[in-house]
Each structure stands twice: as C-alpha cells, then as structure tokens.
C-alpha cells in the first residue's frame, strides 16, 4: 500500500504507537495527512468552458409587463447561480403568482429555471419548462459547485444601495434550502474539506473592476475555518488553512430538481425561441425568463456581460474527497468528477470574454500548478 494512502487510512496512530521499533520516516515532511489527489493530464475526462451570466447591477429579478402578458425575469446571477438559486427561485415564484395566475411558462432548464420552476409547481400550478438546452447541457452543468454567494454577483459602483440587504435575504433562502438536500440519496450537496495551501509564484495583482464582496455578511451561516494543525497538513511544508466548505454534486443535484419537478407534475419541453415574439406568443399567461446569459439577445439586455471560465475534469476520486487552492488554482473532488480551475489573477479574469472555445493550455498550466506543490513535498 502506498505510504500516504496507509497514513490517510489511520496508519498515523499505528506508525506512533511502535514508534521506537520503526525507522523514523526519510524527512518528517514526506507524510500527507490525506490521500494525494492525482494531476496528471491522462486522468482528464474533459474540458468545458462557461460563461457567467454578469449584470454590473446584480440580477434581474423583476415584473416586465407586454400587453396582457406577464414576464417575470430572473437571470444575471454571475458566478453565484448554483448559491443563489432557492432564494431567488422563491422570490420569482411569488412575484409569478400574485396576479391569481395558475398556468406557467419557465424558460430555461438551468440552475436557475429549474429550482424558479420546482417553486412554482409546489404551489399547485400548471408548470411547463420551455428550454433549448436541457439541465446536463445547460451552462450551469460547467460550474465548479461550490457556495459562492457572492462571486461576481456585481459592481459596487452599479447596484443600487439595497441591494446588498436583497442579496443577503436571497443567500439565507438558499443556504436553508441547500441543507435541506443534505443527507439525501445521491448525496446532491455536502461539505467537504477545503484547504486554502500558502505560497505559490502567482502575483497579486488588484482587481480593475470594483466587484462587490458581500459574504462576510454571512459569516454567522457557515462554519468555522482555522489554521489547519500540522499532523492534518495536506502539504506539511506549507501553511494551510481549512474548513468544512458546501458542495454541490452538480449532476446529482440536477437529477434531483428534475425528478422532484416531474413528480409534482411539471412538463419539460425543448424549444429554442428565435426572438421575444416567439416567448410572448406562448399560450401561458406568465412567463419566468431564466434565460442566463441567453437572455442578453432574446431580452435585449445591453447591461448583461460574459465572464468566462474554463475547468479541466479528472477521473472521479472518492478515496479523496477534498478540495485544494493554491496559487491561484483550485481543485475539488466532487462524485462526478475532480475538477481544476485556474481562477487568475483576481475577479477580472475572463471579464467580458465570450470565447467558448477550450484553451487546453490554461487547464494543462493549472495542472502542472498543483503537480508542482506535490512534487516540493517528495
Ligand atoms: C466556470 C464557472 C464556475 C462557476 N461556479 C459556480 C459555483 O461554484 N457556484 C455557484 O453558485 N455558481 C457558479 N457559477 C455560476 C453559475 O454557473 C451561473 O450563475 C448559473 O449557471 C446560471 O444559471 P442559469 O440557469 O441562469 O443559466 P444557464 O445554466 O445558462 O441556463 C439557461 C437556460 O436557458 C435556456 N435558453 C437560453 N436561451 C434560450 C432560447 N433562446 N430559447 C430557449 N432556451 C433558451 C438554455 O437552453 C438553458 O436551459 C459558475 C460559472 C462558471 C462559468
């Protein structure tokens, strides 16, 4: 067995007890407390690129009306769609329902469709999903699925000055809905271990935008951190600090929304909508746009800007469930896959960027990153 997995695997305490009988280990700092997560380019499955639907103001949360037809719009949730999406489901379910309506169009089969749409048919309504892309192809299916609240969620230049009050009502709504799906079959959310490993040749360069960084207003939510004690290192060497860090299994999770919404009734139909004309023409009499970054064409949205991201996924660990950053990558062992991420330099990267083709050199550097810090420890 190999000497990191027989640590990982309570070995520690059996090596401590006999410890005058065996020979010291070659250098103290060649023991891992955790099993390695492997790097290597052959282990990648595939590469996705995704971009974050960013509205300098926040969100799009809000009543349209076009003649007789009701449009409530919820879209724009940037780097925080998967953490923000109960809250905002429920406030775009109540603002559909509070004409005496019974019948509804959800446009979109993302995250955020998904979750407005699960809201609605809970009430007892008619619930028809109209989306191009199905949740497994949808761009929410590319998102790293970490609670990220706050990640380019806006400007602070931009959003109005309630808005941060708006964004913490939204991220409590989801933090209770979240761990409702602990524990379920599947395991759709969970908490994993995160540790934050210091050092790293990646400069500190500040952020050109002003983006808004809300979550210490949510500090009292979730667990402690703490410098990680020196046994439980995964990389000896170096300073790490770690806690428990929330995790969405992003398949599963999708597996769940679709099958709780059928259950209670709903229907999923695959459409592509040319244009507005085409959505207000549906029979249903309110519409909830959950268009993600779609909705910049259809909707005319000129404030909605791309941010792009790309993640490299590795072959599934589930002897290693954990998650790492490290100058400037992160990794974290989700059931579907390992998945790395070069974050760059601060919130800017991929800022108004809407290429969605692969840049395998990015994941391969991202890669070598976190190769690198392993190989510094042997
Ligand atoms: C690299 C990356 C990592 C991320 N990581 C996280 C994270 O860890 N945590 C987090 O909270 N958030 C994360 N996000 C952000 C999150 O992914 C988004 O905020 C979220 O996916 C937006 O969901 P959505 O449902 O609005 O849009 P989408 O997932 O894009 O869904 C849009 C839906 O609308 C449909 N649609 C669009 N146009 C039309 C049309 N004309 N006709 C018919 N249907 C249409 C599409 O087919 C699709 O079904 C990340 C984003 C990226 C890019």
């Excluded at 023991?31 to 996705?48: Q, Y």
């Excluded at 400007?155 to 979240?178: G, I, K, N, V």
Aim: hydrophobic share 40%; glycine share 10%.
């Amino acid at each position: 067995m190999d000497r990191r997995v027989f640590l990982a695997a309570g070995g520690a305490s059996i090596l401590t007890g006999c410890a005058s009988t065996l020979a010291p280990p070659r250098r103290a700092t060649t023991s891992p407390a955790i099993v390695p997560l492997k790097f290597d380019a052959g282990r990648l499955m595939k590469i996705t690129v995704c971009l974050r639907p960013f509205r300098p103001n926040g969100p799009r949360l809000e009543v349209e009306r076009f003649g007789a037809r009701t449009v409530v719009h919820n879209y724009g949730h940037g780097g925080s769609g998967w953490s923000l999406s109960w809250g905002c489901a429920a406030e775009a379910a109540e603002l559909a329902v509070s004409d005496g309506h019974r019948e509804f169009a959800v446009i979109g089969a993302g995250v955020i469709g998904m979750t407005t749409a699960l809201r609605l048919v809970e009430t007892g309504a008619k619930v028809t999903v109209y989306a191009a892309q199905f949740p497994a192809e949808t761009r929410s299916a590319r998102a790293t699925g970490v609670w990220s609240p706050s990640s380019r969620i806006g400007l602070l230049d931009s959003a109005a000055p309630e808005f941060a009050d708006r964004w913490e009502q939204w991220a409590r709504t989801s933090w209770a809905s979240h761990l409702q799906a602990l524990g379920t079959s599947g395991d759709p959310v969970e908490f994993l271990t995160q540790y934050n490993v210091a050092g790293g040749r990646a400069p500190r360069v500040p952020e050109t935008h002003r983006f808004l960084h809300l979550d210490r207003r949510l500090a009292d939510l979730t667990p402690d951190w703490g410098d990680t004690p020196l046994a439980e290192r995964p990389f000896p060497q170096r300073f790490s600090r770690s806690g428990p860090t929330l995790v969405f299994n992003v398949s599963e999770y999708f597996d769940r929304l679709v099958r709780l919404f059928l259950l209670r009734g709903g229907r999923m139909v695959r459409r592509n909508f040319p244009d507005r004309a085409a959505v207000l023409a549906l029979d249903e009499p309110v519409v909830v746009n959950c268009m993600g970054y779609g909705a910049k064409t259809i909707w005319g949205d000129a404030d909605m800007l791309p941010v792009r991201g790309q993640i490299g996924w590795l072959l599934p660990q589930p002897e290693a469930r954990y998650a790492l950053w490290h100058d400037k990558v992160q990794a974290v062992s989700r059931r579907d896959g390992v998945i790395v991420q070069y974050l760059g330099p601060n919130d800017d990267w991929g800022y108004g960027n809407e290429r969605e083709e692969i840049d395998p050199a990015e994941t391969e550097q991202a890669l070598a990153t976190l190769r690198s810090l392993q190989a510094q420890q042997e």
